[in-house]
């Protein structure tokens, strides 16, 4: 037995949450589909997965850390407060779930946490949508995932074409459930099979065989057509490399943290102009390495999850399945 | 395979043997149909990767500039807005001459990307904007020519006038519409500089937006920082863009970049007379001059 | 009372505390040291030597620097001027307050040492992270053997530390302190030739060596080690990468899958071995 | 921005790229000559008109002046004899870009004043600081800090 809803009706479900949560939906939003706090009339983008990835709900492209002030020999270190509303994301699909996975990786364990994502992720409750169609560029279940069961999920919604199932699968899960369980109907639901994925990749293997493929000529190759832009790892569920920068006006300022990108010259030069990965080459080699051997040597985890962002959205089109099947012939 | 994909690959092989070039600049075929990326050329026997279709829209002459310090030669496929921002980066002295081979290409049009995509297959699919806009489809200079050199003239010489319509639309707003319009364009922007990576008048070896030191740039993505970037691009590229609008199809956020940019050669040809960047490389920028007669606003 | 290692990390890592400079010691031309201590003049954190911490003048930036001492209730960072943040640090007078967060980084695996003779190579600026390690190892005499020190720069001028070098050290029981200066100059009757020619002559025998200097350096004083026979284990050398974050998350100093906020910045040579040459 | 909307007490505040070989004598003149001027502007001296950077002006919009006017030498007259033809081109095409992404035009202004024209310095910048006054604060382009 399924709790299930009719899509109609989820407008409706989903404003009777707001009032209690913060509720962030897939919308389309300015001709971009991405995550947006839920409001009357907004337009649901829940066709296919959202352009802009979740992780920006726990990790901003811009997050301010803390103000200070500076005058003379002086300095006052401000914390900023942060919010403190529970939040319901709905509409997370598997791929983006795991790069959940892979975020709280980062930023929650190996003796630090970080406080300003932690806060955010603790704060968040998570609502799981299964797919049916993969889009043309799709290729979660390579990466080990299955699109119709997101990992770490508090609720799992299916998508049953006219309506929506629910099941709550945390204790936090169930409790949002039972906020609009009026608005549920109890029957048995089949789960429709998912389609063909169009785009797929073998990856057995393929960190192990890296280990060994550090000086390999593949990266020349690779790498010649990329023009160093960040549109991969802007647009990656998963890439969560940030910079800390200031912004001063006067004697005030605020430090803010930021996406950065292991594509730009700036992220690795240091003070004196050593740099010590200057060029495309090391640069390309660095970002599929991390994906691929990296941080899977360091959380026993891909830091790919096929949702195919990449592959869309790079204008040279440097398509990370093509570097594994690169990787794999090599 | 297009009787010019197999020119293409013919004359790509004979310049590898012959040891003209290292290196073929070309398109190939990429994940979808409708994508048609860069690929690069070592050996005679990859000559088959090769493609020319209706998806080429790449501007090779960008990688020219990576290929600054290398010793060797390149050869490379140029539509007319390759050649075009090719003689833009040689009047930049960005690239030296005699290290390029130029394999010119007629450009019928492309066609547009994000159409094929949501269309399908076998639909009627429109030109890519740019495409519809541009007045140079073919190669202004180049070693070998692919096409035929009768119907080179005829195209050169049937140059229609430049469409505006777009660009006028805006002008007709009102300033507050105008700035809602840009805002909501803006607001998009994730910084990923794929425009102006991709864009053949950003050469500048260190980019303003590099800058790491407090107070240059803000690294903060809001409205105001974006529509800084945007702004200072614009200006960057005035005079200089060769309007290929890869800017556009880069971006990873469908901003209208050439909307701006059109804008900007429309009022240099305004005010200091017809120009078009990339044309003849012995003219002057037209910020990179004055005419003591030019138009006196100011007082 | 000191801050340890266990409440920072309870304290948000990534938002600095404030702290006052309290002495500017002048090294060379463009080396100083920095003591810094918190507002109540206290140590602001507790590092193991060869720990970093991120010193941050906020109206310009932040940087990452080894910390080169700690007292009772100050830590020591000595910074060579070579950007943007240290021409600035280098601008400040006693009394100005930074941002200071740590420690960060692994240090130098003391308990391995303990016990054995050191050799302790320096180059430069390079002396600043190993200093933290000499001076725990005088405070610490009797858990160590012979101390060697040998330390190079480019002319008299350009060492730093020449207190130490020069009057302290030597007077340090079972520890021997060798300086060199790259060419001739007046008012210098020491050694003078390059670091790994140096250690080649001196040919001392220490059981694990630690080393620290210009990359150039430590090219070419890595055969001389060999030659005498080390196992990768016990050459120990520290690594610099840009960093931002201090804490293993920000991505910026990784090296291989290794971030050496976090996994460095102490590494041995065997350790190396295992990482791309990306640094 | 209606007059009603208009915050109290607020006063336009006004930022005047000056070259120091024409219009800066030219305000140190109205100086002398005791040539009463709003408070409201900002003299920043530039070496030549020409130095102005077209991100200088975006980014006064951005930190919350309400205005811009940069000025320099006469055509003709320029010190490093022809860096304000240069200035006269760029900031042409930028007036047309500011007003294409809706800044209002009176915002964003240029003008020739001569080391000898302290009266017209003036009238310049009290005409300016009148007109913007009429239009109230500028929102555009400004950042939230």
Not at chain 1, 221 to 236: E, F, T
Not at chain 2, 28 to 53: C, H, M, N
Not at chain 2, 147 to 174: F, Q, R
Not at chain 4, 78 to 100: A, D, E, I
Request: proline share 6%; glycine share 8%; net charge negative.
């Amino acid at each position: 037995m399924m709790k299930t809803i009719l899509k109609a009706k989820l407008p409706e479900m989903l404003e009777q949450l707001a009032k209690e949560y913060k509720v962030l939906v897939p919308a389309k939003l300015e001709g971009v589909s991405r995550f947006a706090a839920y409001r009357e009339n907004l337009e649901l983008a829940l066709d296919e997965n959202v352009t802009m990835p979740p992780k920006d709900i726990f990790f901003p492209q811009t997050e301010e850390m803390y103000k200070f002030a500076a005058k003379d020999q002086s300095l006052e270190i401000e914390e900023i407060p942060q919010d403190e509303k529970l939040q319901v994301i709905f509409g997370v699909r598997s791929c983006d779930m795991k790069s959940i996975d892979c975020l709280d990786q980062v930023f929650l364990t190996k003796g630090f946490s970080d406080p300003f994502y932690q806060d955010k992720r603790d704060r968040s409750i998570l609502i799981a949508l299964s797919c049916v169609k993969p889009m043309e560029s799709c290729f979660c279940t390579s990466m080990g995932i299955d699109p119709q069961k997101g990992q770490g999920a508090d609720i799992q919604a299916y998508d049953l074409g006219e309506k929506l199932a629910f099941e709550g699968i945390t204790e936090r899960g169930q409790e949002v459930l039972n906020k609009v369980s009026g608005m549920f109907a109890e029957e048995d639901a089949a789960i429709p099979p998912m389609g063909e994925f169009n785009l797929t990749a073998n990856v057995e293997g393929v960190p192990e065989k890296l280990k060994n493929m550090f000086d390999h000529s593949i990266w020349d190759d690779i790498s010649r057509k990329c023009l160093n832009c960040s549109a991969c790892a802007y647009v990656c569920p998963t890439c969560h490399c940030f910079d800390i920068a200031s912004e001063v006006r006067g004697e005030d300022g605020v430090k803010i943290r930021c996406w950065d990108c292991c594509m730009f010259d700036e992220y690795t030069v240091m003070a004196g102009g050593h740099q010590p990965r200057p060029g495309k080459k090391e640069r390309v080699r660095n970002r599929f390495l991390h994906k691929l051997r990296y941080f899977p040597e360091r959380y026993n985890m891909l830091l790919c999850t096929g949702c195919g962002r990449c592959v869309v959205k790079c204008p040279v089109n440097l398509d990370i399945t093509n570097v594994i099947k690169k990787i794999k012939e090599a | 395979m297009s009787e010019m994909t197999k020119k293409m690959q013919e004359i790509a092989r004979e310049i590898l043997v012959k040891g003209e070039a290292e290196v073929v600049i070309g398109w190939e075929k990429g994940t979808f149909w409708y994508l048609s990326p860069p690929a690069f050329i070592d050996k005679p026997e990859d000559v088959q990767r090769l493609v020319w279709d209706d998806f080429c829209h790449n501007n090779l002459s960008k990688y020219l500039v990576d290929l600054k310090n290398h010793e060797g030669k390149a050869a490379v496929f140029v539509k007319g807005c390759d050649s075009r921002a090719f003689n833009r980066l040689l009047q930049d002295k960005q690239i030296a001459r005699e290290k390029v081979v130029l394999i010119g290409i007629p450009c019928p049009g492309l066609l547009d990307q994000d159409k094929a995509k949501e269309l399908g297959k076998n639909s009627d699919l429109p030109k890519a904007q740019k495409c519809l806009d541009c007045q140079y489809p073919n190669p202004l200079v180049y070693d070998y020519y692919l096409g035929d050199k009768e119907a080179l003239n005829e195209v050169a010489a049937t140059k229609e006038a430049a469409d505006y319509s777009d660009v006028a639309a805006i002008e007709a707003m009102s300033p507050d519409e105008r700035y809602d319009f840009w805002t909501k364009q803006y607001d998009r922007c994730i910084r990923c500089y794929a425009c102006r990576n991709v864009c053949p008048a950003c050469s500048c070896r260190e980019c303003v937006f590099d800058q790491t030191r407090v107070g240059w740039i803000g690294k903060a993505n809001n409205s105001s920082e974006n529509q800084f970037f945007a702004l200072t691009r614009a200006m960057h590229v005035a005079g200089r863009c060769i309007e290929c609008g890869e800017c556009e199809r880069a971006c990873p956020m469908d901003i209208p970049i050439m909307l701006l940019n059109k804008k900007l050669v429309k009022d240099i040809n305004e005010l200091f007379g017809e120009y078009d960047a990339g044309i003849d490389i012995e003219g002057k920028l037209p910020l990179g001059h004055f005419d003591k007669n030019d138009p006196e606003e100011f007082m | 009372m000191a801050v340890n290692v266990e409440d920072v990390k309870k304290i948000n890592p990534l938002v600095p505390i404030k702290a006052k400079v309290t002495r500017i010691v002048q090294e060379t031309p463009d080396v100083k040291t920095f003591h810094i201590s918190t507002m109540d003049d206290q140590k602001p954190f507790d590092p193991m030597p060869g720990q970093l911490g991120m010193l941050s003048l906020p109206l310009v930036g932040e940087g990452m620097f080894s910390i080169t001492n700690k007292g009772e209730n100050h830590i020591e960072m000595a910074l060579k001027e070579v950007g943007q943040l240290t021409k600035a640090l280098h601008e400040i007078e006693v009394g100005q307050e930074v941002g200071i967060r740590g420690p960060y980084g692994n240090g130098f695996p003391i308990d391995y040492c303990k016990g054995k003779d050191l050799l302790i190579i320096g180059g430069g600026i390079g002396l600043a992270p190993v200093r933290s390690l000499i001076m725990h190892c005088i405070k610490n005499r009797d858990d160590f053997g012979k101390l060697t020190v040998v330390y190079g720069a480019r002319s008299k001028s350009d060492l730093c530390f020449q207190e130490d070098l020069f009057e302290n050290w030597t007077k340090v029981p079972n520890m021997d302190v060798f300086v060199t200066i790259d060419r001739e100059e007046e008012g210098w009757d020491g050694h003078v030739g390059f670091v790994p020619a140096y250690v080649e002559e001196l040919a001392p025998k220490p059981q694990v060596t630690v080393l620290c200097g210009p990359p150039i350096m430590i090219k070419f004083t890595l055969p001389s080690l060999q030659k005498m026979n080390f196992s990768d284990q016990d050459i120990i050398t520290t690594l610099e990468m840009r960093m931002k974050c201090g804490i293993g998350k920000c991505g910026r100093c990784n090296i291989g899958s290794c971030y050496v906020c976090l996994d460095g910045p102490v590494f041995t040579m065997e350790q190396l071995k295992d990482l791309p040459p990306e640094y | 921005m209606s007059v009603k909307e208009m915050p109290q007490n607020w006063e336009p505040k006004i930022l005047v790229f000056a070259c120091n070989w024409c219009t800066y004598a030219g305000a140190d003149l109205a100086g002398l000559s005791r040539l009463q001027y709003p408070p409201n502007i900002r003299i920043l001296r530039v070496p030549c008109s020409g130095r102005v950077n077209p991100q200088f002006v975006i980014r006064a919009f951005q930190r919350g002046v309400d205005g811009v006017l940069v000025a320099g030498c006469h055509p003709g007259d320029c010190h490093y004899v022809s860096g304000n033809y240069f200035t006269r081109r760029r900031y042409l095409l930028m007036q047309r870009l500011l007003q294409y992404v809706g800044v209002d035009p009176e915002r964003f202004q240029a003008r020739w004043i001569s080391g000898s024209e302290g009266p017209k310095f003036q009238q310049v910048v009290t005409q300016i600081t009148e007109e913007i006054r009429a239009m109230g604060p500028n929102r555009k382009l400004r950042d939230a800090q």
